[in-house]
């Protein structure tokens, strides 16, 4: 691709790149070795709890321009329940990092996990306002067929109340949370609003994206929902 096609930045579609360290570094050492200069995007996110200094500066120097860091909840039991097991605060500095190094950093976080209440949902948000993160995503929680949390014995005393012809995750259709559906929605659009509304924020976004259209374009297209 990059030889025959002249391609220069490539966005890596993996659920977890950097799961084998060793992995991740040696690809970078070959992009580099092989006197690749391209730009490297990682939209699917990294995981940031295996992410140390090392790693980091491997992936800066092959040309990481954009991490996302998959968090989905800020609280140890969410974690638990969904099998993540997330080292929070190792992920917190692995982003403060990123963002040191010149690396444009965004957060994917979902809101409404069987059983979750507000406080962890709150602790979720706080979290996401409070690190680095240029951007971030909350998500409504979606139990697709055939996955655990479909499976979940919580799951299944809500799926009667589904309707399932309107699957959508950036507005609040469905609710497996311990609060109730009107809540879930205030404390979706209060997650874009808190994090959003933030001039210091805003100042970074605009001074770190190249094509200043783009941010119209995103806030447009990822935003719309949360604020109208």
């Known amino acids: 691709m990059y030889h025959e096609y002249g391609i220069r930045?490539?966005?890596?579609?993996?659920?977890?790149?950097?799961?084998?360290?060793?992995?991740?570094?040696?690809?970078?050492?070959?992009?580099?070795?092989?006197?690749?200069?391209?730009?490297i995007a990682f939209p699917n996110g990294l995981r940031g709890d295996l992410i140390d200094d090392e790693l980091l500066i491997k992936l800066k120097e092959a040309g990481t321009y954009k991490i996302n860091f998959g968090i989905e909840s800020a609280t140890d039991r969410i974690q638990k329940i969904i099998n993540k097991r997330l080292d929070i605060n190792k992920v917190n500095t692995a982003i403060?990092?990123?963002?040191?190094?010149?690396?444009?950093?965004?957060?994917?976080?979902?809101?409404?996990?069987?059983?979750?209440?507000?406080?962890?949902?709150?602790?979720?948000i706080d979290f996401a306002c409070n690190s680095k993160l240029h951007?971030?995503?909350f998500n409504i929680v979606i139990p697709f067929p055939a996955t655990q949390l479909y499976e979940m014995k919580e799951t299944q005393q809500c799926l009667k109340e589904i309707d399932f012809d309107n699957f959508n995750y950036r507005t609040a259709t469905m609710n497996l949370s311990a609060v109730s559906l009107s809540d879930l929605r205030r404390l979706h659009k209060l997650a874009h609003r808190k994090f959003y509304f933030n001039p210091?924020?805003?100042?970074?976004?605009?001074?770190?994206?190249?094509?200043?259209?783009?941010?119209?374009?995103?806030?447009?297209?990822h935003l719309r929902a949360q604020f109208f």
């Open 200 to 221: 210091s924020r805003l100042t970074r976004i605009f001074l770190s994206t190249p094509n200043k259209l783009d941010i119209i374009r995103n806030l447009r297209e």
């Open 135 to 137: 951007t971030a995503g």
């Open 96 to 124: 403060s990092k990123a963002v040191k190094a010149g690396i444009f950093t965004h957060g994917w976080f979902m809101l409404g996990f069987p059983t979750e209440t507000k406080d962890e949902m709150i602790k979720t």
């Open 9 to 39: 930045e490539f966005h890596i579609i993996d659920d977890t790149f950097n799961l084998i360290p060793k992995r991740a570094m040696k690809i970078c050492n070959l992009v580099m070795k092989n006197g690749m200069r391209i730009d």
